[in-house]
């Protein structure tokens, strides 16, 4: 299975701090936005990588990833010039899907919590059909919603409904088979000039081939969309990171772990960041044994 991350886009709802600089580059906490959305596609066994980006904002994800060789990846970019909604992602990368499964994230979500690895490994072995990933908010009429029948079976998603059907919304997290791209160029734009992630799920629906995962007490999903949204989060990993002595989103230690890299490249990658807390936690961590 592939991985796309959709991160182009203004970020118009962060001006100006977004005025020079890609949203998903902005720190949450101790490291970039886009390191989140990443460690997700890593946590289910995903190497090779598309990062969807506008012409202006490339460059520095090229600078702060290159190729993807340094944590056992491979990288390949491609232009957004104009966002024309989430949907249109499989239409820019379906040479690089070329015919496999893939999996979408965007660039400004967040997921932490017990059992999501598992969750991610098991979407990422599908064969046929699509997976996403639902979370229960307090104001669904922002999201796309999933309404039921009398038998709690998933039968249809609204975007942004004004008389939400249900609590559950989806996530920016979605694994579809090698039909996507396909879909993808049959759809025609909404009414807000958008080519509809919605409609690309819908489809899957309508065909019995989509499967919802929900994630329940123990799995967080952040949104980090506006100023508001980035204090919070920043606030969450920080908690975490000082309870728990562990680092979320370490592209490194998630690569090590997988067996993608080896203890000498994850060293170099540490001390080339050596005097940050993000780096001597790396070493702080081999000094325990852990990189072994």
Same mark, same amino acid.
């Given at each position: 299975?592939?991985?796309?991350?959709?991160?182009?886009?203004?970020?118009?709802?962060?001006?100006?701090?977004?005025?020079?600089?890609?949203?998903?580059?902005?720190?949450?906490?101790?490291?970039?936005?886009?390191?989140?959305?990443?460690?997700?596609?890593?946590?289910?066994?995903?190497?090779?990588?598309?990062?969807?980006?506008?012409?202006?904002?490339?460059?520095?994800?090229?600078?702060?990833?290159?190729?993807?060789?340094?944590?056992?990846?491979?990288?390949?970019?491609?232009?957004?010039?104009?966002?024309?909604?989430?949907?249109?992602?499989?239409?820019?990368?379906?040479?690089?899907?070329?015919?496999?499964?893939?999996?979408?994230?965007?660039?400004?979500? =967040?997921?932490?919590?017990? #059992?999501?690895?598992?969750?991610? *490994?098991? +979407?990422? $072995?599908? %064969?046929? &059909?699509?997976?996403?990933?639902?979370?229960?908010?307090?104001?669904?009429?922002?999201?796309?919603?999933?309404?039921?029948?009398?038998?709690?079976?998933?039968?249809?998603?609204?975007?942004?409904?004004?008389?939400?059907?249900?609590?559950?919304?989806?996530?920016?997290?979605?694994?579809?088979?090698?039909?996507?791209?396909?879909?993808?160029?049959?759809?025609?734009?909404?009414?807000?000039?958008?080519?509809?992630?919605?409609?690309?799920?819908?489809?899957?629906?309508?065909?019995?081939?989509?499967?919802?995962?929900?994630?329940?007490?123990?799995?967080?999903?952040?949104?980090?969309?506006?100023?508001?949204?980035?204090?919070?989060?920043?606030?969450?990993?920080?908690? =975490?990171?000082?309870?728990? #002595?562990?680092?979320?989103?370490? *592209?490194? +230690?998630? $690569?090590? %772990?997988? &067996?993608?890299?080896?203890?000498?490249?994850?060293?170099?990658?540490?001390?080339?960041?050596?005097?940050?807390?993000?780096?001597?936690?790396?070493?702080?961590?081999?000094?325990?044994?852990?990189?072994?």
């Amino acid at each position: 299975m592939k991985g796309i991350i959709l991160a182009g886009g203004t970020g118009s709802r962060l001006f100006p701090a977004t005025f020079a600089v890609s949203k998903q580059l902005i720190p949450v906490y101790d490291k970039p936005m886009v390191y989140y959305p990443l460690s997700v596609l890593m946590l289910a066994g995903i190497r090779d990588i598309a990062l969807i980006s506008t012409p202006r904002d490339l460059p520095a994800f090229k600078a702060l990833f290159g190729d993807g060789r340094e944590l056992g990846l491979n990288f390949t970019y491609i232009e957004q010039p104009q966002p024309k909604g989430i949907a249109q992602a499989f239409i820019l990368a379906q040479d690089f899907i070329a015919g496999d499964n893939v999996a979408l994230i965007l660039g400004d979500n =967040i997921f932490y919590g017990s #059992g999501l690895e598992e969750m991610l *490994l098991r +979407a990422s $072995a599908l %064969e046929e &059909g699509a997976e996403i990933f639902a979370s229960r908010v307090v104001n669904p009429a922002a999201y796309g919603v999933i309404g039921f029948d009398d038998k709690g079976k998933p039968t249809r998603i609204t975007e942004k409904p004004s008389k939400p059907a249900s609590p559950w919304a989806v996530t920016g997290l979605y694994f579809y088979d090698s039909q996507v791209s396909q879909i993808a160029r049959g759809l025609k734009f909404s009414a807000r000039g958008e080519l509809e992630i919605t409609d690309i799920n819908n489809a899957y629906l309508e065909k019995g081939l989509m499967r919802v995962n929900f994630m329940e007490r123990g799995i967080a999903w952040l949104d980090t969309g506006t100023h508001e949204d980035l204090i919070k989060a920043s606030t969450f990993i920080e908690s =975490i990171e000082a309870r728990q #002595g562990i680092k979320t989103a370490c *592209l490194e +230690a998630i $690569a090590f %772990e997988k &067996g993608w890299i080896d203890r000498a490249a994850l060293l170099k990658r540490a001390e080339g960041m050596k005097g940050t807390p993000y780096g001597d936690y790396l070493l702080n961590c081999d000094a325990e044994g852990l990189w072994k």
